[in-house]
């Protein structure tokens, strides 16, 4: 079968806007979850657009074509959208949102089309605030229908449509989770109690395989599976399709579970509706699932999965630092395969961008309880390294050669999940490219050595990681952290480290687990980011004066020791990394030696020696 341009896909769909008097249709990222990541049969947005970054809306009215994407992915739109289609600088002050947009471009009364199962009721309220202004209307595809899904149908004979997957669902045992769901469930129920709430919807993908302590394999990179789950008070409804479940998972499910089928869950709650149950849904839950229960029998609220799914118990936290472990000797192992390739034999042409982050995935696949990567592996050399999201692709990649390579990579391990970039020279840096450099690592040792009362969110302490950059006028167009799953999705929330302004930020509690990755992207030239994943955990202060947190980091892999200016570095700095490259020598330089890889053994010695 042949490939269909965007452009007949675009001309398609304007035709089945026009029959249903529809000026604007926006084509979300997310599924019908709300999800970051999806599967393949859900990336619609992609399909239409030619765009495939993780974050992005396209919005195509009868004579425009727009895509409105956040700082990581603005050079990589400008390379894979067609020259028709135009940016717009997501969450940046002064740019219009899509509902300004939409608002100033469109005509009194004019239609705006969208699927309901992929807004959530949280963003389709605002939207609605600011389109009344004109008396604009949302219209709604028809329950279970999307124009996408019909534009694609019409294509059928040319291109091949996905289907959604049916993969096996897993249960994950105690030892991992470190407690039952049958506990869990407790939990909600008692917060349902406190609400009066009859029933809760839960929707997020992470939050069901969280809940029921299941894990699967529906979306790339991330341990879970299509469902709906209703929590009620005798019972717990998971609406999935059966298939995935073998006679083994059926009976390690918790106590009254009853299966049915995936797309159910929406008659279900009109029925539940109609016999006056109270239903909590939580506002990042879709439209769909809203519109299914009445005002009078809505409990509108975030539900008490999210937070207690970010705090880690001792269990997880074990894990998570067990895995990144792991983690470091694969890295390690890689980055000194990198270093006896491109330096030491100096082989600048038979390794691409691509085939080394498949050798890194090899080492990876060596560790006890690997699973899968946890995102599509950022392997960039020099101006690449700017695109902050770049995805090297098997036939075009560049050829890895002398100067600056940008790795971040992570894993899917069955007691963690590890996010970790580092930056490396591969040749003589120049000054510039060194200070840089030291700039953006004293933002991330900042960072880590901040102690801080807990009674602060990310966006109070963003600043710290930024103010090396600052001082000379740079900056980077991304947050500074993202929550991490434990064996589930690499970006979770509510907690984040970010500068971008939200409704309710979340303070930031022992046992979160974060990032710490400022950078700096210099386009045409190179990119610099050094991340590591931390717990939040208890400090003791000088004066005890009240409870304070700090962070904990449990990436073990040394930076980048040919970029480094000493002399831009404080005493207190020098000491961190000293201290951290110590640690390092005591866990992960016995766990090196014993693959008797004296090459990565070698390296290590010599990358972690005081400064």
């Known amino acids: ?4 341009t965007i452009s007949r896909k675009v001309e398609k769909l304007r035709a089945f806007m026009k029959d249903q008097s529809l000026s604007a249709y926006i084509v979300p990222s997310e599924d019908a979850h709300q999800s970051e990541y999806i599967c393949v049969k859900d990336k619609r947005r992609e399909y239409i657009s030619g765009f495939s970054g993780s974050a992005g809306c396209a919005v195509i009215t009868l004579d425009n074509q727009l895509l409105w994407t956040d700082g990581r992915y ?7 959208l067609e020259s ?8 940046v002050v002064g740019e219009p949102t899509i509902q300004d947009w939409l608002l100033s471009n469109l005509n009194k009364e004019n239609k705006v089309g969208i699927d309901s199962r992929l807004i959530s009721k949280g963003y389709y309220d605002s939207m609605k605030s600011v389109l009344k202004e004109k008396s604009i209307d949302i219209k709604f595809d028809g329950d279970g229908e999307n124009l996408i899904d019909r534009v694609r149908e019409s294509f059928k004979d040319e291109e091949e449509i996905p289907e959604y997957p049916k993969n096996s669902i897993f249960f994950l045992e105690d030892k991992f989770t470190g407690k039952q769901s049958n506990e869990k469930l407790k939990e909600i129920r008692e917060e349902m109690k406190k609400q009066s709430a009859d029933s809760m919807v839960v929707s997020a993908l992470d939050e069901i395989a969280w809940l029921l302590n299941l894990r699967g394999s529906d979306i790339s990179f991330n341990p879970v599976f299509l469902s709906y789950v209703v929590v009620e008070n005798e019972k717990v409804t998971l609406f999935v399709e059966e298939s995935k479940l073998n006679d083994k998972t059926k009976s390690q499910l918790p106590t009254g579970i009853v299966i049915s089928p995936y797309n159910s869950v ?3 709650l009109r029925n539940s509706d109609k016999q ?8 990042r839950s879709s439209v769909a699932l809203y519109n299914c229960v009445s005002v009078a029998n809505l409990l509108e609220k975030i539900n008490p999965i999210l937070l207690s799914k970010a705090i880690k118990n001792e269990t997880e936290i074990q894990g998570m630092k067990n895995a990144h472990i792991r983690d470091a000797v694969a890295l390690i192992q890689f980055l000194a395969w990198m270093e006896e390739e491109i330096v030491e034999k100096g082989d600048e042409t038979s390794h691409t961008e691509y085939s080394v982050s498949e050798k890194l995935e090899g080492f990876r696949r060596q560790q006890a309880d690997f699973v899968s990567l946890s995102f599509d592996t950022i392997s960039s050399i020099n101006a690449n390294g700017a695109i902050i999201h770049y995805k090297p692709d098997e036939t075009t990649s560049a050829t890895i050669v002398k100067g600056m390579y940008l790795v971040d990579s992570g894993g899917q391990y069955l007691d963690g999940t590890t996010d970790v970039t580092r930056t490396l020279h591969y040749g003589k ?13 004293r933002g991330h040792v900042g960072l880590s050595l901040l102690k801080f009362p807990n009674r602060v969110n990310g966006r109070d302490i963003d600043c710290v990681a930024r103010t090396h950059l600052w001082s000379v006028g740079l900056d980077y167009a991304h947050g500074t952290g993202h929550g991490v799953g434990s064996f589930l999705n690499v970006h979770e929330g509510p907690q984040g480290i970010s500068y971008r302004a939200i409704a309710n930020p979340t303070n930031l509690q022992a046992g979160m687990t974060l990032t710490n990755e400022p950078g700096y992207y210099e386009s045409g030239n190179f990119g610099i980011r050094i991340e590591n994943v931390m717990i939040v955990a208890p400090v003791t202060t ?5 409870k304070f947190i700090g962070f904990d980091n449990i990436t073990l892999v040394p930076y980048e020791r040919k970029l480094i200016n000493l002399e831009m570095l404080t ?10 490259y110590k640690e390092i020598g005591e866990k992960i330089l016995p766990l090196i030696e014993k693959t008797n890889n004296q090459k990565a053994i070698n390296w290590l010695k010599n990358q972690i020696k005081p400064l």
């Open 571 to 580: 005493k207190d700095e020098i000491n961190f990394i000293n201290d951290y």
């Open 266 to 268: 929406f008659e279900y």
């Open 542 to 546: 000088q004066f005890n004066n009240g």
């Open 429 to 441: 840096p120049s000054q510039h490219e060194i200070d840089c450099y030291t700039r953006v690592l």
């Open 1 to 4: 079968m042949g490939k269909v």
């Open 74 to 80: 603005w050079l990589q739109a400008e390379k894979e």
């Open 84 to 91: 028709n289609w135009k940016i717009m600088k997501d969450r």
């Open 276 to 283: 006056g149950k109270k239903i909590w849904i939580d506002p």
